[in-house]
T-cell receptor, first 112, second 111 residues
C-alpha cells in the first residue's frame, strides 16, 4: 500500500456542475499526477504537480484544473462537468523524476 | 509524438506455460521502464522496473530491455490463473517528470 487515498470513490453528477476529486498521500512525495482511464485510450495524463503550488498540464487538460496547497493533497476540479468526462480517475505519486509511480484506488465518475 | 505500443490481445496462455508480453517505445533517449498489472476494476500495480539493458528477474517475472531495438518485454513463468489481467508497459522518456503508458495487453491464463 503506497499510502494514497482518493475521495470520493464513486460519484454521479449532472452535466454543467463543478466536481472536485481529492488525492491524499502520506508518503511526503514531491510528485503527484492525475490520470484518466478510458477503454481504447489507456491511461492519459491530465495534470501533474512537482511541488506545492507547482503544477503543469498533461495531454488531456482541457476542462480540468488542479491545485496543490500542501504536499499531501492534490485536487482535481472539473469546472463544468460534461458527459465526455465520464471516466475512471487515478491519482499517482512518485518520489522523483524517472522513478516508478504508485497509484491510488481510483474514482469512478459518471456525468449524466 | 512520444508513443508506447503494445499488442492489445487478448493473449491466451495455458496454465503453467510462459507468458511473453512485448512493448516498443518511440524515444531512443528513454531511461526508465516499468510493467504494471491491472485487474478489472482495480488500479495499476507496479510489478517490475528496469533501467539498464539486459534481464531483471523477480520471482516468476523477468523483464527484458533492449535499448538498441527500443523494446522491452515481460516474461511470466509458470503462469497461474491469478496472472489473468491487463499488463501495462510504461516508459519515462528521460526529459521530464512524466511517464507514457501503453494501452495494455490483456492476458488470459487458461486453466
Amino acid at each position: 500500500d503506497a499510502g494514497i487515498t482518493q475521495s470520493p470513490r464513486h460519484k454521479v453528477t449532472e452535466t454543467g456542475t463543478p466536481v472536485t476529486l481529492r488525492c491524499h498521500q502520506t508518503e511526503n512525495h514531491r510528485y503527484m499526477y492525475w490520470y484518466r482511464q478510458d477503454p481504447g485510450h489507456g491511461l492519459r495524463l491530465i495534470h501533474y504537480s512537482y511541488g506545492v503550488k507547482d503544477t503543469d498540464k498533461g495531454e488531456v487538460s482541457d476542462g480540468y484544473s488542479v491545485s496543490r496547497s500542501k504536499t499531501e493533497d492534490f485536487l482535481l476540479t472539473l469546472e463544468s462537468a460534461t458527459s465526455s468526462q465520464t471516466s475512471v480517475y487515478f491519482c499517482a505519486i512518485t518520489p522523483g523524476q524517472g522513478y516508478e509511480q504508485y497509484f491510488g484506488p481510483g474514482t469512478r465518475l459518471t456525468v449524466t | 509524438q512520444k508513443e508506447v505500443e503494445q499488442n492489445s490481445g487478448p493473449l491466451s496462455v495455458p496454465e503453467g506455460a510462459i507468458a511473453s508480453l512485448n512493448c516498443t517505445y518511440s524515444d531512443r533517449g528513454s531511461q526508465s521502464f516499468f510493467w504494471y498489472r491491472q485487474y478489472s476494476g482495480k488500479s495499476p500495480e507496479l510489478i517490475m522496473s528496469i533501467y539498464s539493458n539486459g534481464d531483471k528477474e523477480d520471482g516468476r517475472f523477468t523483464a527484458q530491455l533492449n535499448k538498441a531495438s527500443q523494446y522491452v518485454s515481460l516474461l511470466i513463468r509458470d503462469s497461474q490463473p491469478s496472472d489473468s489481467a491487463t499488463y501495462l508497459c510504461a516508459v519515462n522518456m528521460g526529459r521530464d517528470d512524466k511517464i507514457i503508458f501503453g494501452k495494455g495487453t490483456r492476458l488470459h491464463i487458461l486453466p
